[in-house]
């Protein structure tokens, strides 16, 4: 199982960016991924995640209307589109993998590196 997550960069301040989580191994369509971040000097948190049974979303009360999750099955790949980005939503952003408890707990056993999002003017 391997994930790497990809698309990160510097963006001003309500601008826009999309991060890719690829996978590799497995099939990325029969479980649940995650995103992640971890700003400086804070705990890491769950961002967003996509169910596998039902292609369900969910997304932290912090991004939501702001961040979508979506996945292409036939790329084994899962994206995170940023929009509207904020100072605050600087982090390292992971992608992660497992059953659909431990993601949403936070607590999934397969990680992907960060990739690294610096929001500022």
């Known amino acids: 199982v391997q994930l790497q997550a990809s698309g990160g960069g510097l963006v001003q301040p309500g601008g826009s960016l999309r991060l890719s989580c690829a996978a590799s191994?497995?099939?990325?369509?029969?479980?649940?991924i995650g995103w992640f971040r971890q700003a400086p000097g804070k705990e890491r948190e769950g961002v967003s995640c996509?169910?596998?049974?039902?292609?369900?979303?969910y997304y932290a009360d912090s991004v939501k209307g702001r961040f979508t999750i979506s996945r292409d099955n036939a790329k084994n790949t899962v994206y995170l589109q940023m929009n509207s980005l904020k100072p605050e939503d600087t982090a390292v952003y992971y992608c992660?993998?497992?059953?659909?408890?431990?993601?949403?707990?936070?607590?999934?056993?397969?990680w992907g590196k960060g990739t690294l999002v610096t929001v500022s003017s």
């Open positions: 992660a993998t497992d059953v659909f408890d431990r993601v949403l707990a936070g607590n999934p056993d397969y």
């Open positions: 996509i169910r596998s049974s039902d292609g369900s979303t």
């Open positions: 191994g497995f099939i990325l369509d029969y479980y649940t």
